[in-house]
């Protein structure tokens, strides 16, 4: 018997992005703090879908339409 547990998409999209909702609800952030959160839930569904594949620059490119220093320059990171 198998401990491997499976969840749909929708099921792990749903789950952190509640997580992130949670820790958004319970602590006084900055708005690079947010972006960092929302970049960390759009990189572990992108990594996910590629299966394991995908990089920061695809993360970045597929989510927000721009190339990295792009990103990074708007958001002074």
């Known amino acids: ?11 792990v999209h749903e789950g952190v992005n509640a997580a992130m909702n949670m ?3 319970e602590f006084e952030i900055d708005d690079e703090q947010e ?7 759009n990189a ?3 990594i996910l ?6 990089t920061i ?3 970045i490119t597929v989510n927000y339409a721009v ?3 792009e990103f990074k320059s708007e ?3």
Do not use: N, P
């Not at 018997?1 to 099921?11: A, C, G, H, L, P």
């Not at 972006?35 to 839930?41: I, K, Q």
């Not at 879908?49 to 995908?54: H, L, N, T």
């Open 1 to 11: 018997m198998s401990d491997v547990r499976t969840f749909t998409e929708e099921y």
């Open 67 to 69: 190339d990295v220093d």
């Open 57 to 59: 620059e695809d993360v």
């Open 44 to 46: 572990t569904l992108t």
């Open 35 to 41: 972006e960092l959160l929302a970049l960390m839930v």
């Open 23 to 25: 820790i958004l609800a």
């Open 49 to 54: 879908g590629s299966e394991m594949k995908a």
């Open 75 to 77: 958001r002074c990171l």
